[in-house]
């Protein structure tokens, strides 16, 4: 599994952009980049997964450059709400094992 | 998305009791369930997983004698934390995927089951 690494924490204010750049220099051609979102004493819950270029959903984007080293999750005008520990994954293409998570960004948004 | 529900979200026992963790998938087939526990402010650990009707495949490092995990239906497993100990209080978390229902990676979690163990 490719080791992913992304910043211990982050701020921000209500109504920002936010930018999480996960590295994962070590993926493998059929790993896809995954981020999960994770409230305290709760389960982790999958926001947004792909494998290059840009995929954006209803709540989040994300940006994955043609070399695949890195990935961006962009979190579009963030209220108190999205206070959370973010999780950036490498995925094995139909694999079906547990998933392995990292240490993740805490995200903390200020008033 | 697909529906994780684990019981009970809490509980309280005493060292040397055993106790026992459901999970659940509610509306969808789980083939395979996927345990994790995690300590305050860290990340979460792959403790086990549990294939419907086989036995499970643990961890290194997971005391498969400690942590009992029986997945007999297709839509529960059950983690049973035995002669429970103040070190094993903890958040257990459980996780499902299930053929044809989720893209790569994408897997449904429970809400969590916090054990104090006093």
């Known amino acids: 599994l490719a080791k992913t690494t992304q910043p211990i924490s982050m701020d921000s204010y209500e109504g920002q952009e936010v930018n999480i750049t996960c590295s994962h220099n070590?993926?493998?051609?059929?790993?896809?980049i995954t981020w999960y979102q994770q409230f305290p004493s709760q389960g982790p819950r999958f926001i947004i997964q792909g494998y290059k270029t840009k995929v954006t959903n209803e709540v989040a984007s994300l940006f994955i450059p043609a070399d695949r080293k890195s990935s961006t999750l962009s979190l579009p005008r963030v209220s108190l709400s999205d206070t959370a520990v973010y999780y950036c994954?490498?995925?094995?293409?139909?694999?079906?094992?547990?998933?392995?998570f990292g240490k993740g960004t805490h995200l903390i948004i200020q008033p | 998305g697909a529906v994780v529900s684990q019981h009970p979200s809490w509980v309280i026992c005493k060292s040397g009791t055993s106790v026992k963790i459901e999970c659940r998938s509610l509306d969808f087939q789980a083939t395979t369930m996927f345990w994790y526990r995690q300590f305050p402010k860290q990340s979460l650990m792959l403790m086990a997983t549990?294939?419907?009707?086989?036995?499970?495949?643990?961890e290194q490092g997971v005391e498969k004698d400690k942590f009992l995990i029986n997945h007999a239906s297709l839509t529960l497993s059950t983690l049973t934390v035995t002669s429970a100990h103040p070190e094993d209080s903890s958040f257990y978390i459980c996780?499902?995927?299930?053929?044809?229902?989720?893209?790569?990676?994408?897997?449904?979690f429970g809400e969590g089951s916090r054990l104090t163990v006093l």
């Open positions: 994954l490498s995925v094995e293409g139909g694999g079906a094992d547990g998933l392995t």
């Open positions: 996780s499902a995927s299930g053929i044809g229902r989720a893209r790569t990676g994408e897997l449904f």
């Open positions: 070590n993926i493998a051609t059929n790993d896809y």
């Open positions: 549990s294939n419907e009707g086989s036995k499970a495949t643990y």
